[in-house]
């Protein structure tokens, strides 16, 4: 298996490079809206009473200026990244933060938070913002930014930017998985229905608010995180296959929802960005792209650990976490995002042009 970041074809590069020529350094793009979990956090949650933070070392230790800014992760994530592919100067601020205000507001707001899904529900496990709710911020963003720029300006804002959506995975390991009041009343198969839903109406609230580009993750391979094969693998260090064919049945949901909401829907460009396979080929062929470790995250043990599990004190910490595919438990490194969010730009192509 080659280098996943041969994806990123080097003609692709050179397009983009001339793109930035043309526009005389401005993004491709006017702005970026994220919304989702905390694989795209950037500290909402260091705003609410919840559990589920990561404001605190080591978080961030190989951020800018070593700064723990609520995003789970050693340093950037995927989408600090797909940020800078797309020409921003600085990131999308989180919408609960001091830095969502005035003209920072017109490339764009994160609403994301960690412990949110599909099922509302799931938010409320963890005080976490739900999508719902983030929706209704995206609503009083676009308010704030009328005051600032104009109407026309906005509209223009709205309509030409790209909007992000990761979100799933809590659903299913921190709710489904372990929650009897969830897995005793709705089989696998019924709780994706569900899920697939509440994911086809937010699609529609989106549009309904002048959305028409927008990119959604599928779920990871859930077996492969590190907690999940703790957790569920019985003692066996390897996938925990079981989760591995949830997540494959959810995503494949997700394909045909998003097809069905793309003929609805005229003018929306709806991309499914295929992180499972990204992820399962990084974990299967972890030396093919630099990585030493798959099984375990950098932090603490790297078994577990996750959030205020993950913190100054924990034991064993690794020194190197560019060797390992996920930082914590549950989620990527930043070396690991890197890749991709290469590999994001160049499958989500069609969103930009």
């Not at 009473?49 to 230790?61: A, D, E, M």
């Not at 992760?73 to 919408?95: R, V």
Request: aromatic share 12%; proline share 4%.
């Amino acid at each position: 298996m080659g280098c996943l970041c041969s994806l990123l074809l080097p003609g692709f590069l050179f397009l983009i490079s001339v793109l930035h020529d043309v526009v005389d350094g401005q993004p491709l793009v006017p702005a970026m809206f994220i919304f989702g979990d905390s694989v795209v956090d950037v500290g909402n949650n260091n705003h609410l009473l919840t559990l589920v933070k990561s404001n605190f070392p080591p978080y961030g230790r190989d951020f800018v200026n070593h700064n723990p800014t609520g995003r789970f992760c050693n340093g950037k994530l995927a989408s600090d990244f797909t940020a800078e592919n797309l020409g921003f100067a600085s990131y999308q601020p989180a919408y609960l933060s001091g830095e969502a205000t005035g003209k920072n507001l017109l490339i764009g707001a994160n609403f994301a938070s960690a412990g949110s899904g599909y099922y509302e529900a799931t938010a409320k496990l963890f005080n976490a913002i739900s999508l719902s709710q983030q929706v209704e911020y995206y609503k009083e963003y676009q308010n704030k930014v009328v005051g600032i720029g104009g109407k026309v300006n906005t509209t223009s804002i709205i309509s030409d930017a790209i909007y992000l959506v990761s979100a799933g995975s809590s659903d299913f390991v921190q709710n489904y998985y372990v929650n009897p009041l969830v897995n005793k009343v709705y089989t696998i198969d019924q709780f994706s229905n569900i899920l697939m839903q509440s994911y086809a109406n937010f699609i529609q609230n989106l549009y309904a608010l002048g959305a028409r580009r927008i990119g959604v993750t599928t779920l990871p391979p859930l077996g492969c995180l590190p907690a999940a094969i703790t957790l569920f693998g019985l003692g066996d260090n390897e996938c925990v296959a079981k989760l591995n064919v949830d997540a494959v049945s959810f995503n494949n949901k997700l394909n045909v929802t998003s097809q069905n909401l793309q003929t609805k829907m005229p003018g929306l460009k709806l991309v499914v960005f295929d992180i499972y396979q990204f992820l399962y080929n990084l974990v299967m062929n972890p030396a093919d792209n630099g990585f030493a470790e798959k099984r375990r995250g950098c932090c603490g043990t790297g078994l577990l650990e996750t959030s205020i599990l993950c913190n100054a004190k924990s034991i064993s910490t690794c020194a190197n976490a560019s060797q390992y595919v996920f930082w914590d438990g549950f989620h990527p490194s930043e070396a690991a995002n890197r890749i991709l969010a290469d590999d994001l730009l160049s499958s989500g192509i069609s969103l930009i042009f």
